[in-house]
């Protein structure tokens, strides 16, 4: 059984070059192929997908690591559907109402 504390979050913010040409298009590819493995935007430069299990984690966790561009930073932040269930959100000064939990039929 699936419980807020099995489902896992998975959110990669990454820091990338983009002053050369080639820099830009590396940034676009790699932004390009996190969507491609089911990752949202959150922020710009953040973006979040949600798995099901450890090994789940580690699979995308490696193909994260498998598309990164040579330059740059990128942190894979891991946690519980229950932590992100507190996630607190802002736009502006107004504050956002709590997260949502993807229903079932989204995560398939």
Known sequence: MLTGYRLMWMV???DLPVVE???RRAATDFRKALLDMGFEMSQFSVYMR????NTQIE???KRVES????GGKVNILQFTDK???????FQ?????????TPDQFDLF
């Open 12 to 14: 990669v913010m990454f």
């Open 21 to 23: 040409k080639a820099e």
């Open 50 to 53: 949600m798995c099901t299990s």
């Open 59 to 61: 699979t995308y966790c």
């Open 67 to 70: 598309a990164l561009p040579s």
């Open 83 to 89: 932590q992100y269930e507190r996630i607190v959100s």
């Open 92 to 100: 502006g000064q107004t504050k956002q109402p709590a997260k949502k």
